[in-house]
């Protein structure tokens, strides 16, 4: 299986959406909303902001392996 390395989030304060590139080596724990500015975390059992509210999950949980 191939991994995808793009991701669209959407922030779950205004709705914007942005197609972002995801990093390969680490999690990215805080993305800024270009909209509104909210600061956006992961939620509570997720790895990155990706996996929270990406529309594709950060590469190293597509495969397989530990994220962070």
Known sequence: METILTSEITCPNCGHKKVEEMPTESCQ?????????????????DCCVYCSYGTVPCPPIQEN???C
Do not use: A, D, I, W
């Not at 724990?29 to 059992?45: A, M, R």
């Open 65 to 67: 392996k530990s994220c």
């Open 29 to 45: 724990f805080f993305y800024e909303c270009e909209s509104c500015k909210t600061v956006l975390k992961p939620n509570e059992g």
